[in-house]
């Protein structure tokens, strides 16, 4: 069991239930769009943010970016931080189908993979990734954002992280900040081109 400092906040109930089973935290669901209205619900997680931080951990679709985006809009102050799942394809067991893009969200997510994206965002261990971090500049100098193609080139690389492959350019700065110093981006970027 994960023993997490942060709340954590998540779309439904189901991602709650699957989250209960690998870490113990306070978490929070927003009941999907739910949050865009509940006024109360949105100062408590002002709150969290404020005192323990909160991690923000939706599914990987037009949704839950969505609603990630509303938070972080909504939310002033305090640490913020993102943990993303990989793009999964496949159906939920309770479901009949799949969903409209066709991607697993948290509920359908195996364990592992959820440690992994808490990992991912480096919130399993208090240290920072050594060195410098990554810049807008070193994005745009690899060809992952401002440049012709650089979408597909940044989807490749989410891809080949086990990132979601919707990040705009600033999420993936973001998510890169979390996982690795530049000198480590850097060294990536060059044996990708080889």
């Known amino acids: 069991m994960l023993h997490i400092r942060q709340a954590i906040i ?3 109930k189901y991602d709650k239930i699957k989250l209960s089973s690998i870490v113990k935290a306070v978490i929070l669901q927003t009941n999907g769009f739910g949050i865009f ?3 109360e619900l949105l ?3 002002r709150y969290y943010a404020k005192t323990t931080g909160i991690l923000i951990l939706t599914d990987s679709d037009r949704a839950g970016f969505r609603i990630r985006s509303y938070l972080k809009g909504a939310i002033p102050e305090g640490d913020i931080r993102n943990i993303y799942i990989p793009d ?6 309770r479901k009949v189908k799949p969903s409209a893009e066709g991607k697993l969200g948290v509920e359908g997510m195996d364990a592992d993979v959820l440690r992994e994206a808490f990992r ?4 399993l261990t208090e240290d920072k990734p050594a060195g410098d971090p990554i810049t807008k500049t070193d994005l745009y100098l690899a060809g992952l954002s401002g440049t012709p193609d650089c ?4 989807r490749a690389l989410q891809t080949q992280l086990g990132l979601p492959s919707g990040l705009s350019a600033a999420s993936f700065l973001e998510v890169l900040n979390s996982m690795m110093g530049r000198e480590e981006f850097l060294t990536m970027m060059e044996q990708r081109e080889d």
Not at 151 to 154: A, G
């Open 43 to 45: 100062e408590l997680i």
């Open 120 to 123: 991912k965002a480096g919130v």
């Open 10 to 12: 998540v779309e439904g």
């Open 37 to 39: 209205k509940d006024t």
């Open 88 to 93: 999964v394809f496949g159906k939920e067991k």
């Open 151 to 154: 979408s597909d080139r940044r």
